[in-house]
């Protein structure tokens, strides 16, 4: 066992809890003063700040906000730590101490619910045991794996990912808001940054095997920490101890290594993120060298690093690990595809549709020495929501959304049925287990709708939505509680079309992509009425359309079906339509922003009542207004409704009714009055026969009879009664309706800015 360093020297972490080991010689502290103490009144609020979310027709996702709410605010652990206040969230009821490895997984999360202290704090109270550990040149640079108010220190040896973990948590705070900054502040006499990167050096010098480059623990069932021995000290790694690599440890290791290379480019040691590059590669080369099984489809749970023989076939065995090795990225497109294959398999042959099952088939009765790993129960074939997270959030990123959403909705099913939020769940008996209030689960499901359905990363000053909704409409409110970036966006969906309508708080705005039906070959992408990419993106079982950059506030991203050589085919939809005006340059009418412009000019009589758009957007009176050849358009919230704009008052107000009169016989408006209309029996009729007529033309103000035309003026339109052919079809008799948006442009009332072409479909550089 040589190849295998320090391990006839391993470390009990009963010793060190108990400071009693021979390394330390007394110098280990096992507490502080005050710390079983009450803890100081909090200055940060102690309860999960507000989000919220909406899936149509499935209000069980709708049920979880509450309970996630309640669970982690119940889990909420605050007390006076080596480095002042700490704050962070226990696992559950059963769990007094903040562990390094449930934290790391709802840490991105929290930073969407708690004080960014809810990670600094840990963090920094985590890296400050290195002081402890540094004391034997073995342990140099090993964190806790968990910190208490009672103020103990315990380390499971028999698992190799508690600092990866304590990275992956200060990764989120860096990326969340923290930056190069704080990653140079001081715990004690060292940065963050350098305790981190010495965390990684001891995993890297004390954890890997020689031989295979691969990461090595106890024999544990994959991701567990209870080792095949049990005994006195079942997460202790002692001499004798069966030795593996598992597929778990890989794959946070690739993920910590690939952080830290961001990490340190960020603070300028260019060095130090190549070298974690380089050794990120190395993980993942030794990892599909002796971990994965071409003849399987997957990887193996783990490879035996020390002499031990089983009685079964443990190749069989499909542990969670690899759904870890999915999400983190460890596994490549082919590998993650066949990985979710094999995942949902196991499932069905142990009978359940969730995911999170922590491997199966078991191990068979008297594998390990413990109580608790029988067949099906606990780490040995339990169902556990709190890695169905971490699945689910996987199968969202990784492309395979339909499964992803139907997990997501069988868990969510399970907890608006039980009413519980459980640590664990055994098949046989149907029962949840454990912690019935389960942090770690209501973190990890939390963030698989905010970042895996919803789509939604947000860092110091950007924000990144990747929305999964497909066809279903939504809503989804967060904010960073370190950088202030907030982001709420509905979304709504149609025949041919989706629409996202955002509203963000992001200094440097954001991008958006949308993943399209099944059925969709091809689309456009229009920001605000204007196209801006067009082409679909395949993700494993996704399409998805390209990413769009957005500007900071509201904004609508919107996606229309388009044919797979055509996109002007685009161009007619249920959602709007594009006017071209100089080949594929003109102006969008649509439904952006829940403004149902498009809907309602079809509902008006569309282009043969209103002739064609003659301008973009523009706010009117504090209204959504848009110009077409026969009026200005505006979305009234009062009415409901899609009205026309007084334009001809207006363009009296502009002192334009001479111009009116000069160039297009329409008289200066005098008092509004329907009798007005007794001038003309035509008009009249015309006017009287429109129902809306007070919506659409106003108010009659003035009537002139003209020797080849009678004119009526009302507020909102002007209606010519001919009596001569005039060329272009009308003849004597004939009542139309006038122009008067173009008027409007002509006399220059309408925004400049709004009647700048748009594209119909994107430039070719786009």
């Known amino acids: 066992m040589s190849r295998v360093p320090g391990l006839s020297r391993s470390l009990s972490r009963r010793s060190l809890i108990a400071a009693s080991a021979s390394l330390f010689s007394g110098m280990f502290v096992p507490s502080i003063a005050g710390a079983n103490e009450p803890p100081p009144a909090p200055s940060i609020a102690t309860t999960a700040q507000p989000f919220d979310w909406h899936v149509a027709s499935h209000p069980e996702i709708q049920g979880m906000v509450d309970r996630i709410s309640n669970v982690l605010s119940f889990n909420v652990n605050a007390f006076k730590g080596r480095l002042g206040q700490v704050y962070g969230i226990n696992a559950g009821k059963l769990y007094p101490q903040v562990f390094a490895r449930d934290l790391a997984t709802i840490s991105e999360f929290i930073g969407y619910t708690f004080d960014p202290a809810f990670q600094r704090t840990p963090v920094e109270e985590f890296l400050w045991t290195q002081d402890v550990f540094n004391r034997s040149e073995e342990t140099r640079g090993a964190v806790a794996a968990t910190v208490s108010p009672a103020g103990e220190l315990d380390k499971a040896t028999a698992v190799s990912d508690e600092e990866t973990s304590v990275i992956e948590i200060a990764y989120q705070h860096f990326r969340m808001g923290g930056g190069a900054d704080w990653l140079g502040t001081y715990v004690g006499d060292k940065t963050v940054l350098a305790r981190l990167n010495d965390s990684v050096e001891y995993v890297l010098r004390a954890r890997r095997d020689s031989e ?92 035996h690093l020390s002499p031990l023989h089983h009685s079964f076939d443990e190749s ?3 542990s969670f690990g690899n759904a870890v090795a999915v999400q983190t990225g460890l596994a490549v497109e082919s590998q993650a595809r066949s990985i979710l294959e094999k995942l949902e398999e196991a499932a069905r042959v142990a009978g359940t549709r969730r995911a999170g099952l922590s491997l199966w088939p078991p191990y068979p009765d008297g594998t390990f020495n413990h109580p608790n790993m029988g067949p099906a129960n606990y780490q040995n074939g339990g169902v556990w929501d709190w890695w169905a997270g971490v699945q689910i959030l996987g199968e969202f990123e990784r492309g395979a959304s339909g499964m992803a959403l139907a997990h997501l909705l069988e868990a969510a099913r399970h907890w608006s049925a039980s009413g519980l939020v459980p640590e664990w769940f055994h098949i046989p008996t149907g029962t949840d287990q454990g912690s019935l209030e389960f942090g770690g689960a209501a973190g990890t499901l939390g963030q698989a709708v905010v970042r895996g359905l919803f789509g939604i990363q947000t860092t110091g000053r950007a924000y990144e939505i990747a929305g999964r909704l497909g066809a279903l409409s939504g809503s989804v409110t967060i904010r960073n509680q370190q950088s202030g970036v907030a982001v709420s966006y509905t979304q709504r969906s149609g025949n041919g079309w989706l629409a996202m309508d955002i509203n963000a708080t992001a200094p440097d705005g954001g991008s958006v992509s949308l993943l399209v039906p099944d059925d969709w070959s091809n689309a456009v992408v229009l920001v605000d009425d204007r196209a801006v990419a067009a082409g679909l993106i395949d993700v494993m079982y996704d399409s998805v359309t390209p990413k769009v950059q957005v500007a900071d506030g509201v904004h609508t991203v919107t996606a229309l079906r388009a044919d797979v050589d055509s996109a002007s085919s685009a161009w007619t939809s249920d959602y709007g339509r594009f006017f071209p005006v100089d080949g594929e340059l003109g102006y969008w009418m649509t439904d952006a922003s829940g403004v149902p412009l498009w809907s309602g000019y079809s509902a008006l009589g569309g282009e043969l009542a209103l002739g064609p758009a003659l301008s973009g957007r523009f706010i009117m009176d504090g209204l959504v207004s848009q110009a077409v050849h026969g009026g200005v358009l505006q979305w009234s919230p009062e009415q409901g409704a899609v009205v026309t704009a007084p334009i001809l008052n207006k363009l009296s107000e502009a002192g334009h009714d001479g111009w009116l009169e000069e160039n297009h016989g329409i008289p200066e408006a005098g008092e509004p ?36 035309v009678a004119i009526l003026r009302a507020e909102n339109q002007a209606f010519q009664h001919w009596k001569i052919e005039t060329g272009w079809g009308a003849g004597p008799g004939h009542v139309s309706t006038m122009n008067v948006g173009s008027m409007a442009v002509e006399a220059g009332i309408i925004p400049s800015e709004s009647l700048e072409l748009a594209r119909g479909t994107p430039a070719s550089d786009e």
């Not at 001499?239 to 597929?247: E, N, Y």
């Not at 009055?673 to 009659?700: S, T, V």
Request: overall charge negative.
């Open 212 to 303: 295979t480059g691969l990461i090595y623990r106890a024999h544990t069932s994959d991701w567990g920490d209870v080792k095949l021995e049990g005994g006195q000290f079942p997460t202790d790694l002692l001499p004798g101890d069966a030795v593996t690599a598992s597929i778990f440890d890989q794959a946070l290791t690739f993920r910590a290594l690939g952080q830290l290379v961001e990490m340190n480019t960020a603070a300028g040691d260019e060095e130090a993120a190549s070298r974690y590059s380089s050794v990120q590669g190395e993980i993942r080369a030794s990892t599909d060298e002796h971990l994965w099984s071409y003849s399987l489809g997957r990887y193996v749970i783990h490879k």
């Open 673 to 708: 009055d329907l009798a007005i209309l007794d001038n003309d029996a035509a008009i009249k009729n015309r006017f009287l026969g429109e129902a809306n007529w007070r919506r659409i033309f106003g108010m009659p103000v003035a009537f002139v009879d003209h020797p080849h």
């Open 316 to 318: 069989a065995i499909v």
